[in-house]
């Protein structure tokens, strides 16, 4: 055959063959017959992969070896997607002990940056909307008030990316946006209203910023280079359209079209989605940031983030090419960037070269994603807490 099937996926043939798993057709060699294989047991793969990841776990710091502060943020997030898909408590214990051992490192998860406070409150919503554990919710809503308070009206308005105020860039205001806009799906009377008018305001700023640019693809800020938003103007800087720039408004306005019914909000997710899926991805739809190899502690995590929201918009608009798009790179992370003991590099189109806690939970945001889409699992209603 044309492709080295790994013993583990053999077994996996023999056992779906019992179960009754979906089927999927390749072709063996040119000219031959179909060959009826099983589909991918991706919650399988998760729980393997989920497994490797908690070996990076530290229970007194509550964060996870070989990972950065808002690199932890992201891995609870998966933690808690996983833990929804796989309909498990197992890991509930570790949302509470992060919740109160990693604030031993930043009290309330603040910190001078207000995107890694974003990524911590959008794991709280995440972890409350499984365990329902109102602190959770009330924590990120603490949070969502510290970044509220850096937008001014420099650039018409806006947060910074950190309390320095030198720079306004895309991830600071996608988190913004994303966490007001889950906080309005799950809080009622005027806090909603508050969070769906931050929620709007911030899409309007957002929108005429000018960083999305004439491909829909969105670029990492504003001014005329990194950190110098200030004195330096208020366009597009043309700097990298990071696959994460391109994933967290996804999921923002995924969440904020289901409090305001506004038809442009999943238009323009649906246009910067394409774009990306399309024009970040190589020629066999795997995606891609430009720092391959070598995108150090923060570029890894980044094509996890985008494939996690594009989930979030297939739930909200069902889209066949994005369930192909998630399908297509988690089973290129499983066959081609896998090393021993289920760990998972950073480049998804192979070969694997090394892993950490970053790299694993990245990789993950795509397998765990295409295991829900497998799955049809419906996310929880949000509802106001109690």
Request: charged share 15%; net charge neutral.
């Amino acid at each position: 055959m044309g492709r080295i099937f790994r013993a583990r996926r053999c077994l996996l043939l023999g056992l779906c063959l019992s179960s009754g798993c979906h089927a999927r057709r390749i072709i063996t060699q040119p000219g031959a017959p179909y060959l009826t294989l099983p589909a991918i047991n991706y919650l399988q793969e998760s729980t393997d992969a989920i497994h490797t990841l908690q070996t990076w776990y530290t229970p007194s710091t509550g964060l996870y070896r070989s990972a950065g502060w808002w690199n932890s943020a992201n891995a609870v997030t998966v933690l808690a997607d996983y833990a929804r898909v796989s309909k498990s408590t197992q890991y509930f214990p570790v949302f509470a002990n992060t919740f109160t051992q990693a604030q031993k490192t930043s009290p309330a998860f603040l910190n001078n940056f207000y995107d890694d406070e974003g990524w911590w409150a959008l794991a709280w919503i995440d972890a409350y909307d499984i365990t329902r554990n109102v602190q959770y919710l009330s924590m990120a809503e603490s949070i969502f008030a510290n970044m509220a308070g850096g937008w001014d009206s420099t650039c018409g308005g806006g947060i910074w990316w950190s309390k320095d105020k030198q720079y306004k860039n895309a991830i600071a205001n996608e988190l913004f946006l994303s966490v007001a806009a889950h906080l309005a799906n799950r809080t009622s009377g005027t806090a909603r209203e508050q969070y769906l008018n931050w929620g709007n305001k911030e899409w309007t700023w957002f929108v005429a910023s000018g960083m999305i640019n004439s491909k829909n693809l969105i670029n990492d800020g504003l001014g005329k280079s990194k950190g110098q938003t200030a004195g330096a103007g208020c366009t597009n800087n043309g700097k990298t359209t990071w696959s994460y720039n391109q994933g967290v408004i996804l999921g923002g306005l995924a969440e904020l079209s289901t409090a305001n019914p506004d038809l442009s909000l999943s238009i323009t997710a649906q246009k910067i989605a394409t774009a990306a899926t399309t024009l970040l991805a190589d020629s066999k739809g795997i995606l891609h940031d430009p720092c391959e190899p070598n995108c150090g502690g923060d570029g890894t995590q980044f094509k996890g983030i985008f494939v996690r929201n594009l989930v979030i918009l297939d739930r909200a608009y069902p889209q066949t090419a994005y369930k192909a798009f998630v399908d297509t790179n988690a089973a290129a992370i499983w066959e081609n960037a896998q090393g021993k003991d289920f760990q998972l590099g950073q480049v998804w189109s192979g070969p694997f070269d090394a892993s950490n806690a970053t790299s694993q939970s990245s990789a993950l945001d795509a397998i765990v994603g295409a295991a829900e889409l497998q799955k049809q699992i419906e996310r929880p209603r949000p509802y106001p807490r109690p």
